[in-house]
């Protein structure tokens, strides 16, 4: 008897995967219905957005998809369907919460008060907020925004910092709601706004997207600090099995080509980026 418990002890400590398949919470529901629910944004370019076929793409979404396989070989399944759905900033948090996503792959910063309701992996990017306006505008510091026009998507983490640093500097500015990073750029080029406010990796890939690219400038500072993971509903089996995946991708280097997919044009990573992917690429 002594023996079999031995065995068995064994077999869960060795086989996380198979203990996970047969619990009930996300890994679960993952085994019987063989598809895993991912979240998306259309407009978090290059992190999560529609591409022109409307197929959702992405560093953030490709990151996924490999958390996606992962999870197929740990549930040891012949086969893992993806189901693709479309959040926003609005929705992102109450369908995690509701379990209509079961991971979000977006943009979303991991914070100490959001976690009061979901969980978050391991961090997948580190950025800051920003902004970017036409450069005969000269606005190169927060306290060039005094009486401006800035542009901001409501919710979001930059909003917040956003109006912390207008404060602090004690500048007063005109803070104008819009509903997509695509929105909020164009009121700058249509000279209806000064500035568009959001993290610096996704002003970046706005403004090289635009036929005069050299005309638009971020500022010189950035007035936050945003770490980047992927929101999913509270479940520490799940949370477990997407930090694995995350931790390999780290681990084989194999997160550099996807930086160089989405971000090659920017040059290398950050040595903050670097170190952020060497801090979690966690031994198993």
């Excluded at 979240?39 to 953030?60: I, M």
């Excluded at 958390?67 to 399944?77: N, S």
Aim: charged share 25%.
């Amino acid at each position: 008897m002594k023996n079999l418990i031995v065995a068995v002890a064994l077999a869960c400590a060795c086989s996380p995967a198979l203990f996970a398949a047969d619990a009930p919470g996300v890994l679960g529901k993952i085994k019987k219905t063989q598809t895993i629910t991912l979240g998306y944004s259309e407009s978090a370019v290059p992190f999560s957005f529609s591409g022109n076929d409307d197929r959702p793409q992405g560093y953030s979404v490709d990151v996924c998809k490999r958390i996606a396989e992962g999870i197929q070989q740990q549930l040891e399944m012949p086969q893992l369907k993806i189901e693709w759905v479309k959040v926003d900033v609005n929705t992102r948090i109450p369908d995690t919460i509701k379990g209509r996503v079961d991971i979000e792959c977006g943009s979303t910063t991991h914070t100490l008060s959001r976690e009061e309701s979901v969980d978050f992996s391991n961090m997948i990017f580190v950025d800051g907020a920003s902004y970017v306006s036409k450069v005969r505008a000269k606005l190169a510091t927060i306290k060039d925004l005094a009486g401006r026009k800035i542009m901001v998507i409501p919710g979001t983490t930059t909003e917040k910092v956003l109006k912390a640093a207008l404060a602090q500097a004690q500048i007063s500015a005109e803070i104008i709601a819009v509903r997509t990073h695509a929105e909020g750029y164009s009121a700058v080029r249509e000279d209806r706004a000064d500035a568009y406010a959001s993290d610096r990796m996704i002003l970046i890939a706005l403004a090289l997207s635009a036929i005069d690219a050299q005309s638009y400038r971020l500022s010189d500072e950035m007035f936050s600090y945003e770490p980047y993971a992927l929101m999913m509903r509270r479940d520490t089996d799940f949370r477990l099995a997407v930090n694995r995946e995350l931790a390999r991708l780290y681990r084989s280097g194999d997160i550099m080509n996807l930086y160089a997919r989405w971000y090659g044009p920017l040059g290398e990573p950050s040595t903050l980026l670097k170190a952020m992917y060497f801090l979690n690429a966690l031994p198993e």
